[in-house]
């Protein structure tokens, strides 16, 4: 019997998860360096608890199950409704602003398609305790400089940036009332990607305010908001306001933000979001904590690798070990143990075949793993109590004794 894995989800061969722990890796860099500390969280959440922020409509995208206990529970689908229990539970205790982020697998029910899939991994940071402009611009720089260490930069993405409050504004101007805005809100964050969004408008809306939508979703009305101008101005404090631009028509589709609302693109158009965040301020006062501004962002390893690849970015296969050593016949392989043994013990990762396979051979398969240098154990170099070492690159063997060895 033949078993595959299951749809959405995948396996991750070294390769592969090279490429990943390489995202990773410039993801913690990013996040260490503007003074965000790591968290993590249970993997299994009330259910209760995932639909108080989404609603009961979220159940279906869920995992989720009865567990033997008789509770009902689901595989986290995100991140936010952890750290706002985690948060509304400690709020008193902790030193504002809080800053955190994870890297954490989630699972959501879903057709799987490009850009998505049922299992993936996803950076989170987030900030809470500040209501500062300069806070979110800190959220949108630190996501940038992840994407810049990765090797992206603006010319090959774009921040579009926009503010809640300013939306609604701009609505109520028009006579939008609450029981329409919400409908509203979400045609506009469909009017570029759904070819029947700008139909639906116009007949909720009509017309005259139809068109007057579309007006500031080309022309942004920045001149009503200066929470955003704010935002947009910190942004260019920190470098980054090559990669900033303001677009009405950024919504974010969840219904908790409040503030500034924000999602990063590739500039060519060809793939979904890479990243989204804004400002969510009521929420941990609805998981049952203290009124605390709050912001955050997610960026997910699925379309950030597709688009990293489509730049020719990603690395070559990663080296599996720095050194072999390969022994002269089959009475040296316990002296090559020795040698390997002392070179791991100094942080080498080093590697050795069992047993003591032909020199052209040992040297094939050392060029395979990648290993920057070759050390071979010989009997009469070590009557010596010395080895020869091969530099891969160059071809050139040096003889060096063994405690000299690094």
Do not use: H
């Amino acid at each position: 019997m033949r078993f595959r894995v299951l749809p959405g989800f995948r396996d991750f061969l070294p390769q592969e998860l090279a490429v990943r722990r390489w995202i990773e890796s410039a993801w913690r860099r990013a996040s260490r360096g503007a003074g965000f500390e790591e968290i993590d969280g249970p993997v299994l959440e009330p259910l209760e608890l995932l639909s108080a922020k989404s609603g009961e409509e979220i159940v279906g995208q869920l995992y989720a199950f009865e567990d033997k206990g008789g509770r009902k529970v689901a595989l986290r689908p995100e991140m936010t409704p952890t750290i706002a229990r985690m948060v509304a539970g400690r709020a008193g205790g902790l030193p504002k602003p809080i800053k955190w982020y994870c890297i954490p697998e989630f699972y959501r029910y879903e057709k799987p398609q490009r850009g998505r899939a049922r299992a993936f991994y996803q950076w989170n940071a987030d900030i809470f305790g500040s209501d500062d402009p300069a806070a979110d611009a800190e959220l949108v720089a630190v996501a940038v400089e992840a994407l810049r260490q990765l090797g992206l930069g603006a010319a090959d993405v774009v921040v579009r940036i926009n503010d809640r409050r300013l939306l609604r504004r701009q609505l109520a101007s028009i006579d939008v009332g609450e029981e329409d805005e919400g409908e509203v809100l979400a045609l506009i964050d469909k009017l570029e990607r759904d070819a029947a969004a700008p139909e639906r408008l116009e007949a909720l809306l009509g017309q005259t305010r139809a068109r007057e939508v579309s007006e500031w979703c080309e022309r942004m009305p920045l001149e009503n908001s200066d929470e955003l101008a704010a935002v947009i101005e910190a942004c260019a404090d920190f470098g980054i306001e090559d990669f900033v631009q303001p677009n009405f028509r950024i919504v974010r589709g969840l219904a908790y933000y409040t503030g500034p609302v924000w999602e990063i693109f590739d500039r060519a158009g060809e793939l979904r979001s890479v990243a989204g965040g804004g400002r969510y301020d009521e929420l941990i006062e609805l998981f049952g904590g203290p009124k605390l501004p709050a912001l955050g962002f997610g960026m997910g390893d699925l379309v950030l690798t597709e688009l990293l690849r489509k730049r020719g970015l990603v690395p070559d296969a990663v080296p599996r070990v720095d050194v072999v050593v390969v022994p002269i016949g089959a009475d040296m392989r316990r002296v090559a143990r020795r040698v390997v043994a002392k070179l791991r013990s100094q942080g080498v990762r080093v590697d050795t075949p069992y047993a003591a396979p032909r020199v052209a051979r040992a040297l094939k398969a050392a060029e395979a793993s990648g290993a920057a240098r070759v050390v071979l154990v010989g009997p009469d170099e070590w009557q010596e109590g010395s080895v020869k070492v091969k530099d891969m690159a160059s071809g050139r063997e040096t003889v060096v004794r063994f405690d000299d060895l690094s």
